[in-house]
C-alpha cells in the first residue's frame, strides 16, 4: 500500500493510543524529525510481519535465534504505520533506521529500550483507558483454558465479555490480547500463562486482574521453575492486582490453597466439590456424557466429562456468583459450554473416542488416566499415551510415575509413544502384554498405532488419546475413525 493511501485511510480514525500516551508509556522517541507525536496512529498491533494489516503496530521480537527486525521492511509493504526499534538495534545501525523512516513518510519510528517490555507497557496503558471494565484472570498448571472458556459461557450471559482467544496468554499473547478491547466490553476475562519465571508477574502488570482464579498448583514447567513452590510463588501473582472490592478464587483442595490466600487484600473464595455452604451441590457423575450439579438450587449439566472437567466449573461459576450472575444465567452459560480444540472431545463412531491430546503434563495426565480407569464402558479400555513435554530433569521420574499408576489401572490395551514414554513403558512391566511402545511420533507411528488399535478394538470400544500437544496425537483421529464420527 502506497504511503498516500495509507495516509487516507487513517487521517479519519481513532489511534487505539495517542501518541503523547504511547511514547510516555513505552519511554519512546521519535526517529526522525519530520513526524510529531501528533502524527502518531496505529489501529491494531502485531508481533508477526504476516499479521500485519494497514494500520498495525509492528513490535520486532528479539529472540535467541532470530530477530524480528529484519522483517521491518515486510511489516512496512503490509501496511504497518508505526514500527518499534530496539535502541541497541537502532545504535548499531542508525543511518538505517534514518533512512527507513525518511523513505516512508506514513510510517513513524519509535525508538525502545527493549520491544517486548515496551509491547507489554503500550497493553497497560491501552487497558487505562477502560476504568470501567471489570479485569479479570485465570491461571493455573492445567486446566486454564478450559476454565477461561466455561467461565466466558457463563459470565456472557450477564456481560459483554472479552477474552484471550485460544491460548494466547504468554508475555506476547496477552499483551496483543488486550488491545483487542472495546468500548462496548463491560468485562474482560483473561487467561495468564508462564514458560519463565515472573511471566506472571509482567503480564499481571499489564491487566491489573481486579478478580483472579487459580485452577491449581500442579508441576507443568517444573523443568523451568525447579519446584511446585516456586510454581505457586509465580501463579500467586495473579492476585497482586486484587483490591479490597476483588476476589481471589482459590481450589480449596490444593495443598497450596493457604499460601496462595496469603495476603490478598479482597474476598477468598474457595472452591472445590466438597466446599460446604457454596451455593453449589455435586448430584451425580454421568461418566463421559458430563457432570450434574446445582447451583443456589438450579439443577444444571456440564457436557464435558470427568471430574477434574468439574472442578474447572466450579472456579468459573464461583467468579460468576461473585459477579451476580443469576442461576439461571449460570445454567444457561454451563449448557452451552462445547469441547475446545483437542481437549475432551468425545468422538462417538466405531470406537469411542476421548481425544485429549491438545496439552499434557503430570497433574493432567494423573486425572486423565484415573478417570478414565474408573470408567464404566461396555467394551475394551485402550489408552494411547504420548509424551508431555517441557518437563526438564522431572521427566523420566514425572514418565514413570505416569507408567506405575497406568499398571494399577483397569484398561485392556496401553500403547506409549514418544521417547518421554519409555520410562512410562519400563514402569508398567508388570502388566507387560498388554502395554506397546512406539519411540516415534511422526506420520508413520502414528499408522502405525492405529493399525494396532483397529486390530485389537471391536465396535463400541472406548480409547484415550493423551499427549503434549507437540506429539500430534490427534493425528489418530481421522486414522480410527470411519467418517461417521459426532464430537460432543
Do not use: W
Not at 186 to 211: C, D, Q, S, T, W
Not at 226 to 242: M, P
Not at 289 to 315: H, K, Q
Amino acid at each position: 500500500m502506497s504511503d498516500v493511501k495509507k495516509d487516507d485511510t487513517l487521517k479519519n480514525t481513532a489511534s487505539l493510543l495517542s501518541g503523547e500516551r504511547l511514547l510516555a508509556a513505552v519511554q519512546g522517541t521519535l526517529i526522525g524529525t519530520a513526524k510529531k507525536p501528533a502524527d502518531i496512529c496505529f489501529t491494531s498491533v502485531a508481533t508477526d510481519s504476516r499479521n500485519v494489516v494497514s494500520g498495525s503496530l509492528f513490535v520486532p521480537l528479539i529472540g535467541e535465534n532470530q530477530d524480528g527486525h529484519r522483517y521491518i521492511p515486510q511489516g512496512i509493504e503490509k501496511g504497518a504505520s508505526l514500527v518499534f526499534v530496539c535502541r541497541e538495534n537502532y545504535k548499531k545501525d542508525a543511518a538505517l533506521y534514518e533512512k527507513m523512516a525518511a523513505d516512508h513518510s506514513s510510517v513513524a519510528f519509535v525508538t525502545v529500550e527493549n520491544t517486548l517490555h515496551a509491547l507489554q507497557a503500550a497493553a497497560a496503558a491501552y487497558v487505562e483507558r477502560f476504568p470501567n471494565l471489570i479485569r479479570c484472570a485465570v491461571t493455573g498448571s492445567s486446566g486454564k483454558t478450559t476454565t477461561k472458556e466455561i467461565a466466558v459461557a457463563v459470565l456472557s450471559r450477564k456481560f459483554k465479555v472479552i477474552s484471550n482467544k485460544g491460548n494466547l496468554n504468554s508475555e506476547t499473547g496477552l499483551p496483543l490480547s488486550v488491545f483487542e478491547i472495546r468500548d462496548e466490553h463491560e468485562l474482560g476475562l483473561f487467561e495468564m500463562g508462564m514458560n519463565r519465571k515472573n511471566e506472571i508477574g509482567e503480564i499481571a502488570a499489564v491487566l491489573k486482574p481486579e478478580y483472579g482464579i487459580v485452577t491449581n498448583i500442579g508441576t507443568a514447567h517444573i523443568g523451568i521453575l525447579g519446584s511446585r513452590q516456586a510454581i505457586a510463588e509465580e501463579k500467586k501473582k495473579v492476585f497482586t492486582y486484587v483490591s479490597e472490592k476483588g476476589c481471589a478464587v482459590i481450589p480449596a483442595a490444593d495443598d497450596f490453597a493457604d499460601f496462595l490466600a496469603e495476603g490478598v487484600r479482597g474476598k477468598i473464595v474457595r472452591y472445590g466439590k466438597d466446599v460446604k455452604d457454596s451455593g453449589i451441590c455435586f448430584i451425580r457423575d454421568e461418566g463421559l456424557d458430563g457432570t450434574v450439579f446445582s447451583v443456589d438450587g438450579v439443577e444444571m449439566r456440564l457436557g464435558l466429562p470427568g471430574t477434574y472437567n468439574f472442578i474447572n466449573a466450579l472456579g468459573a461459576v464461583s467468579l460468576a456468583r461473585e459477579l451476580g450472575v443469576s442461576p439461571q444465567e449460570i445454567k444457561a452459560g454451563i449448557e452451552s459450554v462445547k469441547p475446545l480444540g483437542a481437549r475432551s472431545h468425545l468422538i462417538k463412531d466405531r470406537l469411542n473416542i476421548l481425544e485429549d491430546c491438545y496439552n499434557a503434563n503430570p497433574d493432567s495426565m494423573t486425572k486423565a488416566v484415573e478417570f478414565c480407569a474408573d470408567l464404566a464402558v461396555s467394551g475394551k479400555k485402550i489408552f494411547v499415551l504420548g509424551d508431555m513435554l517441557e518437563l526438564g530433569q522431572e521427566s523420566e521420574s514425572a514418565h514413570a510415575k505416569i507408567g506405575s499408576l497406568v499398571a494399577e489401572s483397569d484398561v485392556d490395551k496401553v500403547i506409549f509413544v514418544g521417547n518421554e514414554m519409555k520410562a512410562a513403558c519400563k514402569a508398567a512391566e508388570k502388566i507387560a502384554g498388554k502395554i506397546e511402545y512406539i519411540a516415534s511420533h511422526d506420520d508413520e507411528a502414528m499408522k502405525t498405532v492405529a493399525e494396532k488399535i483397529r486390530a485389537f478394538a471391536s465396535d463400541g470400544d472406548f480409547v484415550l488419546l493423551k499427549a503434549s500437544n507437540g506429539i500430534g496425537l490427534n493425528r489418530l483421529v481421522p486414522l480410527l475413525c470411519d467418517g461417521q464420527g459426532v464430537k460432543k
